[in-house]
């Protein structure tokens, strides 16, 4: 296999410390590599020191002639969210190159899923899933050999991740993946590199077979340091009874003897292997039960993005006691973090409706997938005030979450978003909530911390209402499940068959023969006749459903669109 780069020697330092030394490492074409490690070792700025964003401390990056790198960055860039989806995606090219080359821009935005309309939309109008397609479409502009994908499932709802599986798998060139979703590393990757303790582990291994090949390197490790560390202690008590030997005798050959042991013992520890420290983080929800039949209790609530916007969806009934842990499912842009952005509204604002009925002795916490909670100008121990007003709990958590004394000054607009999600989670076990509102927690969390998560809220004896797409964490963690769909909220019992539901909305792109990343340039009534289909396939299965679970409203408006597109359709 071609060989596409080659770093040597990476090295890349911060005011703080090293986030990494002396790497190096081979990419070869055919190569599909899932990068994975603890949040803020450095993985995104790995990424940035490989297109040549950053520089690094040391050491330099090589790349074949013929090679060519597209990052997909892990937020869409501030300047682009005026521009409208085409521009956007034109602005990746050279200015001369844009007019020949809008053809593919638009073929592009339409194999990523967009529709005519949306490519003259302004970007920041798109919901997080959207701003990973038109990130991904800008790479693709450039024709790269190789894909830098700075975390592209973070946003992505259960469909559309099964859609970037599918897109990655058709992917014929290379790629650098980071990611914290184990189920797509394990799907689409067959190379595994380890950022760990300011090194590189790599394995020619997708995530799962690695990571377990890691553990067994660690115990073997721990095993030989021990016995190495037994030797030094015995070499050890040997020089030290010898040296005393050599003063109480006053014999010079003891004396020599036992300092050529002792520099024996320094060899030794040089070379004695290294074992990992680990995560510095366990990461812990504690909680209050409170005692009461209901925390919180919804009805006949319509949920809407904004006050004066039209509602996403309707709550006939719910409700929440201490131990449930509820998972709210549905596509992006139904309207999950609406709801949980409301409730918090009026936790904080204490103006309970007659649609919503909070317990008065709630103790809410509230986790926003945008971390906007913490003041970006805030130290990281002022971050901390508002969930404790001791200093010495305050000071404590920090250490034990891996911020050290040095860092407790520095501003939390320094943090890396995996570290910001760190200092949260370490606000909200200070308070010991007995209600907790997660909206998408995982988004920065990295492999060990969303296994730690899963873990911790098994047992938190408070209520959750959980908004994720993780598929692994819904699994192990809830108990009930509430899906958003055709603007109605309904429980679900079976997870399984929530996300067997979910995964039949996917919609896969097909390639072209020659050019995978140009779609078939689609007629203009395609989309209407997909949309006609689609319309009527709902309002035949709302009418046979039984009367009482049927939508009336929204079988109205169904057909009102359905005689509508006919029209256009000329049907």
């Given at each position: ?41 450095g993985?995104s700025t ?33 300047h ?56 991904l ?28 599986e ?52 660690d ?75 209901r ?76 971390l ?128 067997a ?23 203009p ?42 029209q256009?359709?000329?049907?």
């Amino acid at each position: 296999m071609s060989t596409l780069l080659n770093a040597h020697s990476l090295c890349m330092d911060t005011a703080f410390a090293p986030l990494f030394s002396d790497l190096s490492f081979t990419l070869k074409k055919g190569d599909r590599v899932g990068l994975i490690g603890y949040n803020g070792c450095g993985k995104s700025t790995l990424l940035k020191l490989l297109d040549g964003t950053l520089s690094p401390s040391s050491g330099y990056v090589s790349q074949a002639t013929d090679c060519l790198l597209a990052r997909v960055e892990q937020h869409l860039p501030a300047h682009l969210g005026s521009q409208t989806l085409l521009e956007a995606v034109l602005n990746a090219l050279p200015e001369h190159d844009r007019q020949s080359q809008s053809w593919r821009a638009d073929a592009l935005l339409t194999e990523m899923g967009f529709s005519t309309a949306d490519k003259h939309l302004t970007s920041a109008t798109l919901s997080g899933g959207q701003h990973t397609r038109l990130l991904l479409a800008r790479a693709l502009m450039k024709q790269p050999d190789v894909l830098l994908l700075d975390e592209p499932g973070n946003h992505l709802d259960l469909p559309t991740l099964l859609w970037l599986e599918q897109f990655l798998n058709q992917w014929r060139g290379s790629f650098i993946l980071v990611s914290h979703d184990q189920p797509l590393l394990d799907n689409v990757t067959n190379t595994s590199w380890i950022l760990r303790d300011h090194r590189l582990y790599s394995f020619a291994l997708s995530c799962g077979p690695a990571r377990q090949a890691l553990l067994a390197q660690d115990e073997s490790d721990a095993l030989r340091c021990k016995a190495e560390q037994k030797e030094i202690d015995r070499v050890a008590v040997s020089a030290k009874r010898l040296a005393i030997w050599g003063q109480v005798y006053d014999n010079d050959a003891l004396s020599r003897k036992a300092k050529q042991m002792e520099k024996h013992i320094q060899r030794l520890k040089t070379n004695q292997t290294e074992v990992t420290a680990g995560s510095q983080w366990k990461l812990e929800l504690q909680g209050d039960a409170l005692r009461a039949d209901r925390l919180l209790e919804l009805e006949n609530l319509a949920v809407a993005p904004a006050p004066d916007v039209a509602a996403l969806f309707h709550i006939p009934m719910a409700r929440v006691k201490t131990g449930d842990r509820v998972a709210i499912m549905g596509r992006n842009g139904c309207g999950k973090s609406s709801l949980l952005r409301f409730l918090w509204q009026q936790l904080v604002m204490q103006t309970m409706t007659d649609n919503v009925k909070i317990h008065p002795r709630v103790h809410a916490g509230y986790y926003d997938q945008t971390l906007h909670q913490l003041n970006d100008d805030d130290s990281l121990f002022d971050a901390l005030e508002p969930f404790t007003a001791s200093p010495g709990d305050r000071k404590m958590a920090l250490i034990g979450a891996g911020f050290g004394w040095s860092r407790h000054g520095q501003r939390v607009d320094t943090l890396s978003g995996g570290e910001r999600s760190r200092l949260l989670f370490v606000g909200l076990t200070l308070a010991r909530y007995s209600l907790l509102l997660l909206d998408e927690p995982t988004n920065h969390l990295d492999l060990e911390g969303k296994e730690a998560l899963a873990q911790t809220l098994q047992t938190f004896v408070g209520g959750v209402l959980l908004v994720s797409h993780d598929r692994q964490l819904i699994q192990q963690s809830c108990n009930r499940f509430w899906l958003i769909e055709d603007g109605q909220l309904e429980e679900w019992h079976d997870v399984e068959a929530v996300l067997a539901h979910l995964a039949e909305q996917v919609q896969i792109p097909e390639p072209e023969a020659d050019d995978v990343t140009v779609a078939q340039v689609r007629e203009p009534h395609d989309d209407l006749l997909e949309r006609l289909i689609t319309l009527e396939s709902l309002l035949a299965d709302d009418r046979a459903r039984k009367l009482k679970h049927q939508k009336p409203e929204m079988q109205k408006a169904w057909q009102q669109e359905i005689d509508r597109l006919q029209q256009q359709l000329e049907l």
